[in-house]
């Protein structure tokens, strides 16, 4: 950013903005927020006048799949990724802010060179930048740049290949090619520690140093057992919302599904919320709270839940995609499995992901919801086949 001394009186838009302290972040304990909605003087905001400009990535569920195909993975997040994008010049003066240095001091405006997190379009420039970045490094490095094209969320990357020679290479050129846009990769991990030799310990990411258990795009992985895991930790209170309860089912976080059977549980059970037309901030009678403890208190199980990242077999001869869907007076589900069978005849299933659905409140034959499950799994087999082709 640059101070300014604003003689003519622009018109402009100020951005509201104050720091958050993560004592727990260890490469980033104190953030700034900019809040960009806030309405100005004339009733409006910068966001309400800036366009998204949509997705123009891989929604999750494709991309974490995919990251399960490679026998040799590895993650990482760009550096300060919208602090490395330049504002056009001219459109600056809608990134304002006020700064003291202490109370006493006099203010000072300064605008915001680069993209802010915050604004409405952040997350759209910052994409398309690395797309053009990778357009135009293609010729030089093909891999990596398609690995920024479909392998990214955010600035996070999720890769790997199924040889240790191809997945040094990637990881090489992808850190050669974004730095020809001013880009670094850090915050390294990978399920094998030959990817990791030639990178500095400084840049290796391990948030819970006991058991290794990082965060990809939301979801543990332990990369040396190489294992996807769970942690959920959700109080008991003497007393809930309905509003309350829903914000503990929305922390069940699992794109894939492998929960599925429990979130079902959770969201039948919040169905049963509405039956009793309970309002939003009404407490949950005393026997409706003592059912959902009960769960609560049962829930930590799934943290004891592992399973292989890697759903392929490293000699596979035979590579099939089952699907299954069934359903009940309660809800309706479908799941995919992945079966190998290797050179030497063994066969190896691992479970690829899952979708669930509870019944509607209108009453519905058994045979109907079977073919709404027969659907799903339909729909979800569909949605793996781009993946499928990796295999």
Not at 222 to 239: I, N
Request: include cysteine; charge should be positive.
């Amino acid at each position: 950013m640059q101070q300014i001394i604003d003689e003519n009186n622009t018109k402009s838009y100020y951005i509201p903005h104050h720091c958050i302290y993560k004592p727990e972040k260890t490469t980033s304990p104190l953030r700034v927020v900019f809040d960009a909605s806030a309405k100005s003087s004339t009733g409006q905001s910068l966001n309400s006048i800036l366009l998204n400009g949509g997705s123009i990535q891989d929604d999750l569920f494709s991309l974490v799949t995919r990251f399960r195909t490679h026998k040799y993975a590895f993650s990482a997040d760009i550096q300060k990724m919208y602090r490395q994008i330049l504002v056009e010049p001219s459109q600056r003066h809608l990134q304002r802010i006020v700064w003291k240095e202490t109370n006493n001091s006099p203010i000072k405006i300064y605008e915001l060179n680069t993209v802010t997190y915050g604004t409405v379009s952040a997350p759209f420039l910052a994409i398309r930048v690395l797309k053009s970045l990778a357009d135009a490094e293609h010729q030089d490095f093909p891999e990596a740049a398609k690995i920024i094209s479909i392998d990214m969320y955010m600035d996070d990357i999720l890769s790997g290949a199924t040889s240790l020679t191809s997945a040094k290479s990637f990881q090489a050129d992808l850190s050669k090619l974004l730095r020809r846009g001013g880009f670094e990769l850090h915050k390294w991990v990978s399920n094998h520690p030959a990817l990791l030799n030639n990178i500095s310990t400084s840049e290796y990411l391990f948030e819970d140093t006991q058991s290794n258990t990082v965060k990809a795009l939301g979801m543990l992985w332990k990369p040396q057992p190489d294992q996807l895991t769970f942690k959920v930790s959700v109080q008991r209170k003497d007393s809930l919302t309905k509003r309350e309860v829903l914000s503990q089912i929305a922390r069940l976080y699992d794109p894939l599904g492998i929960i599925g059977p429990v979130i079902s549980k959770a969201k039948i059970f919040m169905q049963s919320l509405w039956l009793q037309k309970l309002d939003w901030n009404d407490n949950l009678p005393t026997k409706v709270l003592q059912v959902w403890n009960d769960f609560l208190v049962k829930l930590p199980g799934v943290n004891e839940i592992n399973v292989p990242r890697y759903i392929l077999s490293e000699d596979a001869t035979k590579i099939e995609l089952n699907g299954f869907s069934d359903a009940s007076e309660r809800a309706y589900g479908a799941v995919i499995y992945i079966r190998c069978v290797t050179h030497s005849g063994i066969i190896q299933t691992k479970l690829v992901c899952s979708k669930s659905r509870v019944s509607p409140l209108k009453p519905i034959t058994v045979p109907r919801l079977e073919l709404s499950a027969a659907l799903l799994v339909g729909r979800l087999m569909h949605k793996i086949f781009p993946v499928q082709k990796l295999f």
